[in-house]
C-alpha cells in the first residue's frame, strides 16, 4: 500500500453537510435528482426568505450548477464572470467555459491550470466547492486527471464530496474503497438522497447480481421525487446491467419525451447524450439493424461531436475503413 493509500485510510471527519432540514434541502434534493428546472423553481421561492450568508450563497451556486446541467453555458459564464466571486462561483464559471461546445482544446488545458492555481490559494484551499466543482472537472478531462480529481475531495468534507469519491472509485474498479465511502455517507444520514444514489451507482457496478435492490432505490426516488432524465438514465443502466433490455428500451424512451417536456421541445434535435448513447447500447443488445440504429447515431454525431463517446466512435470507424481499404477487391 502506497503512503497515499494510507493517507486515504485515516479517519476522515465527519461531513459538514449532515442532510439535517434548512431553508436549501429541498433545492439540494431536487438538484442532486436531476430536476434542474424545479431547483431553479425552489431557488426563486426561498430567495424571498430570510437566511444565513452562507446559505445565500450555496443558493446562487446551485442555480449556477442547475443551469450549467442545462447546458446553458452562455448565461452562466456571464452570471458568474468576475475576480472578486467566490472561489465556489469562480470554479463554476470555469467549468461552464470548460463544457461549452465553443472551447478550444487549448483553452481547456489553461482551464484545468487555473483550477489547481486556485486550489492553492489562500482563498480556494477551503472552499468545497471549489474542491468539488474542480474534482469534477478533471475527472472529465480524462483518466491522466483521475488522481488529481480524487485529491481535490478525498477528505470527504461534505456529503458531495463523499458521492463524488464513490464515484471516483467505481470508475478506477475499485469498488470496496467505493463500499467504505459508502458506509461513512450511511453514518452521516443514511436516508439522504446522495447516500440513497451511491448506494445505486455501487449496486449497478456490481453487476447483475445487485439489479433489484438498485431498481428498488430508484423506484422509491422516482415514486417520492418524480422522474428526472437522470433518474430515468440510471434506470435504463441498471436494466441492461441485468440484462432486461426490453425494460431499458421503454425507460430511455420514456427519458427522450422527458427531455422534450424538460426543454420545452427546444432540444429536440440534439437530444441528450446520456440518452442516446444508452439507448444505442440497448439497440445492440436487442439485436437491431443499423436501419434502426442509424438515426441514433446520426443524430450523436451531428448533435455531441466533441463527445469523447462519439469521438471515440469516429476514430474506430476511420480506423475499420483504412484497414477494409487493404482488402477490397478491385472491380
Known sequence: RTPREEKRKTPKPQPQATMDPDELYTLRAQYWLGHYNLCLDEAKS?????????????????????QLALKQYDKVIRDSDGEDR??????????????????????????????????????????????????????????????????????????????????????????????????????????????????????????????????????????????????LNCMAVVMLVGERYDEAHCVLVQAVSELDQQSGGEAEGKGDVDTLINLLVCMQHQGKGMDVMEPVLKQLKEGWKNHPFVEGLVRVEGAFDREAVKYSVAE
Open 86 to 231: 467566490t472561489p465556489g462561483i469562480r470554479a463554476i464559471n470555469l467549468r461552464a467555459k470548460y463544457d461549452s461546445p465553443s472551447t478550444p482544446a487549448t483553452t481547456k488545458t489553461e482551464i484545468l491550470t487555473s483550477l489547481h492555481t486556485l486550489l492553492s490559494s489562500p482563498t480556494g484551499s477551503s472552499s468545497t466547492t471549489l474542491q468539488l466543482l474542480s474534482s469534477q472537472t478533471f475527472l472529465s478531462a480524462g483518466s491522466s486527471h483521475t488522481e488529481a480529481a480524487l485529491e481535490c475531495v478525498h477528505l470527504g468534507l461534505t456529503m458531495e464530496h463523499l458521492a463524488q469519491t464513490v464515484q471516483i472509485y467505481i470508475k478506477i474498479n475499485r469498488l470496496d474503497l467505493a463500499r467504505s465511502q459508502l458506509d461513512l455517507m450511511k453514518q452521516a444520514d443514511e436516508e439522504a438522497v446522495l447516500t440513497q444514489l451511491c448506494g445505486v451507482y455501487l449496486h449497478a457496478a456490481t453487476g447483475r447480481s445487485e439489479v433489484n435492490e438498485a431498481v428498488h432505490m430508484l423506484g422509491s426516488l422516482t415514486e417520492q421525487y418524480g422522474p428526472s432524465l437522470m433518474l
Open 46 to 66: 426561498v430567495a424571498r426568505r430570510p437566511m444565513a450568508a452562507n446559505l445565500k450563497v450555496e443558493r446562487e451556486e446551485f442555480v449556477l450548477r442547475s
